[in-house]
């Protein structure tokens, strides 16, 4: 009989250490996809840093990995030709501010209310708006840009920063995505308690949804700002005056200009055109990480 319980027991023991070698060659595994991932992602940012550093003719030799000593060189290039482009590096980047944080705010919190009154509320043509609001989100942005342009020009906003600030307010694919957060990490019992209490709908929305929606608020804000930041088809058709570029519309010009392309000048440009997007995303990232768990009370 113990011979039999020394059997099962070693039994036992060999099936627990068969079982956490594939558990421990699983995470190995999963580990190394993910590195291999990571190293995919950030190599085109590694190399774009480095050729910002080198000499032009040797970034049309080809690839290297070690940084060179013509940053200082590759800076003052880009200065003096910015002179000539109609505005300065520094006017593009204050241009694509003016732009990208209005923009951004008035995506968010307009988004945001919209799929709050969709979820919160339940009145009569609910069904046939909310299908209006995904036909349109799959409709793409060129294929109305002829007639957006004339209704700019109707209104008296061609050339002008408000005609790429207030459309921002209506984001379909925001509204969808906040919606469907509100679906899953929302609850609508908040919401009868406090209009219990004698709170105003706009009082509830403010205090009581917008911070239960800081998760996907965070995450449609580092999208609303890349799209935004990085829009260079929009600004184009819109924005004539040449001391209204935008830093893209800036390092287009750079690109297109009479003299001999310098490339590493065009490097420095694009770090800095992404460098406002690297920080946006290390500062709310944190906020997405820290709200997966505290979306909002589950049943």
Not at 26 to 35: D, E, L, M, N, S
Not at 113 to 129: D, E, H, Q, S, V
Not at 145 to 165: E, H, K, P, S
């Amino acid at each position: 009989m113990s011979n039999d319980k020394i059997s099962v027991s070693t039994a036992t023991r060999m099936e627990d250490a068969s079982y956490s070698r594939k558990i421990l060659a699983a995470k190995i595994f999963r580990i190394t996809i993910c590195v291999i991932l990571c190293i995919i992602s950030l190599f085109p940012f590694y190399l774009m840093i480095i050729n910002a550093t080198r000499y032009t003719k040797d970034i049309e030799t080809g690839i290297s990995f070690i940084p060179s000593g013509f940053f200082i060189q590759n800076w003052n290039t880009l200065m003096e030709k910015s002179a000539g482009l109609g505005t300065s590096l520094w006017g593009a980047i204050l241009n694509s501010a003016i732009i990208t944080f209005p923009g951004t705010i008035l995506t968010l919190y307009f988004s945001t209310m919209t799929a709050y009154g969709f979820f919160a509320y339940n009145f009569k043509g609910r069904k046939f708006l909310w299908a209006f609001i995904m036909a349109v989100m799959m409709v793409p942005g060129q294929v109305t840009i002829v007639g957006f342009l004339r209704f700019m020009q109707t209104l008296g906003l061609y050339d002008n920063f408000l005609a790429l600030i207030i459309p921002a307010i209506a984001a379909p694919t925001v509204v969808f995505f906040m919606r469907q957060y509100m679906t899953g990490a929302f609850s609508l019992e908040i919401v009868e308690a406090a209009r219990i209490d004698g709170a105003n709908e706009f009082r509830i929305f403010n205090t009581i949804a917008l911070p239960l929606m800081k998760p996907a608020i965070a995450t449609q804000a580092i999208f609303a700002f890349i799209a935004s930041w990085n829009n260079l088809f929009t600004p184009n058709m819109l924005l004539a005056s040449p001391d209204k570029a935008t830093l893209p519309m800036f390092v287009q010009q750079m690109r297109t200009e009479q003299f001999t392309i310098d490339y590493g000048a065009i490097y420095i440009g694009l770090f800095i055109t992404i460098l406002p997007l690297i920080i946006v995303y290390l500062f709310l990232s944190k906020y997405i990480v820290a709200g997966v768990a505290l979306g909002g009370v589950k049943d």
